[in-house]
């Protein structure tokens, strides 16, 4: 078979790729403490050192091989909600917070005084504090403060604090679903951040610049639609005249 087939079917490969991150992005441009996903390639000849097992050929080699994702730690705006369990993060950080599969980092800071006063995400999970320990709150014991550091206080009494933590190459954590991140494994840096009670952070998602791309890379699936097609077209022609003349 044709090389350029392969070739041209690995830039489809590509660009549907492409178009599915792009298309999941635009439909977080709402979401709260949402960060991008930015896609990355590369060719057989670059993978055959993965140790991912590829199925290479001379063919294949000037094709594109695999696609992975990182995230775009882009800051977003903030957006005033006058919630007091509402926090935004300005900087490197995220929230530690205690899921059934092990801890996790997020964004996404609408958190809520669970049953007993336990301070919690939206889903129920724990947020822990600068201890290790959920961080609990006297659900009688009136107005909460979150100062800038994550210093959680109930009539000026401390409560806890928000155990923020940043890591060295942030775009390299894994997302498990729900806005959170897997940081086992990666090496942690020094916290650069701020803590502002009473907002949200808005998603990283610049809703026009997305929408441009994915026209972009709409024409190019097209292009490389038609350059499969006309070799596909240029193979049966070939396969009917060498069957014809054979015969």
């Known amino acids: 078979m044709d090389p350029g087939y392969y070739v041209a079917a690995g830039s489809l490969k590509a ?28 060719v057989f000849n670059k993978a055959e050192g993965s140790g991912r097992k590829l199925p290479l050929t001379g063919h294949l080699n000037d094709g594109v091989v695999f696609a992975e994702t990182g995230v775009v730690t882009e800051q977003g705006n ?47 999970s724990p947020v822990v504090g600068k201890n290790g320990q959920p961080i609990v709150l006297d659900p009688k014991n ?38 959170r991140f897997d940081p086992t494994g990666a090496a942690e840096a020094p916290v650069k951040s701020t803590v502002t009670q009473g907002h949200l952070e808005q998603s990283a998602v610049d809703s026009a610049s997305t929408m441009v791309e994915m026209i972009r890379l709409n024409r190019l699936y097209e292009m490389s639609l038609k350059v499969a097609s006309t070799l596909t077209n240029d193979l049966d022609s070939r396969s009917i005249n060498d069957v014809a003349i054979s015969r």
């Open 15 to 42: 660009r549907a790729f492409q178009l599915d991150v792009v298309a999941n992005n635009l439909a977080n441009a709402a979401t709260v403490g949402y960060k991008p996903d930015q896609p990355f390639f590369a």
């Open 78 to 124: 903030l957006r005033a909600t006058g919630r007091p369990l509402d926090v935004a993060i300005e900087g490197n950080a995220f929230l530690t917070v205690q899921t059934p599969a092990g801890l996790r980092v997020t964004r996404d800071g609408r958190l809520q005084m669970g049953l007993g006063g336990q301070l919690q995400a939206m889903d129920g």
């Open 142 to 179: 009136g107005t909460i403060s979150i100062a800038s550091d994550g210093t959680v206080q109930q009539k000026e009494q401390t409560v806890g604090q928000l155990d923020l933590k940043a890591f060295e190459k942030p775009g390299a954590l894994k997302r498990t679903g729900a806005l």
